[in-house]
């Protein structure tokens, strides 16, 4: 009802539409949860290659494999949309300057996450990872931030680039 009263009003009298680019611009943004969901999307792929090895999957193998396929998909999704963020958010005209690279990355990256949607294939999934880690490393560059490369303490136990915090 409010919506409705608000349109009427907004068509008598024609407001100017504004719009920011963060709804809140907090200025919190780290690529981890991109990195996070592509080594999910790894162990998935892994996970689904254990139940593979049957010539016969029972009915809670099959529920497994699809639950273990729609994570694959959901984090697919969640990989794209955190890089979307930071490179709709965060980076900005200098930043893109001193990394020309970075906007073939990112559409790299959105083409890498659908290849790794689509097939059940280790390869594709860790492409995907090595393209997170470099937006990774470009995005902790820009913030004088240096990184290393650490395998994670967690299956699938691949490389991560990692933001070097001091306490």
């Known amino acids: 009802m409010l919506y409705d ?23 919190v ?15 998935m792929v892994d996970l689904l290659g254990e139940l593979q090895t049957s ?5 809670e193998q099959q529920a497994q494999f699809l ?8 984090h697919g999704l969640k990989v794209k949309e955190e890089i979307n963020i930071i490179w709709g958010d965060y ?7 001193q990394f020309p690279e970075l906007h073939d990355l990112v559409h790299n990256i959105m083409l890498a996450s659908s290849k ?6 280790k390869e594709d999934a860790l492409a995907l990872l090595a393209l997170v880690n470099r937006f990774a490393e470009i995005f902790w560059t820009t913030k004088q931030v240096n990184t290393y490369i650490a395998t994670c303490p967690y299956p699938p136990a691949q490389n991560i680039v ?5 306490v």
């Open 91 to 97: 980076f900005k005209a200098p930043q893109i300057k």
């Open 162 to 166: 990692y933001p070097a915090l001091s």
């Open 5 to 27: 009263i608000l349109a009427r009003i907004d068509t008598k009298f024609c407001f100017q539409q504004v719009s920011a680019h963060c709804d809140i611009p907090c200025k």
């Open 116 to 121: 790794a949607k689509q097939h059940i294939s």
């Open 29 to 43: 943004y780290d690529p981890i949860s991109a990195q996070i969901a592509a080594l999910t999307i790894i162990r």
């Open 67 to 74: 639950r273990c396929v729609n994570q694959k998909e959901q």
């Open 55 to 59: 010539s016969s999957l029972s009915l």
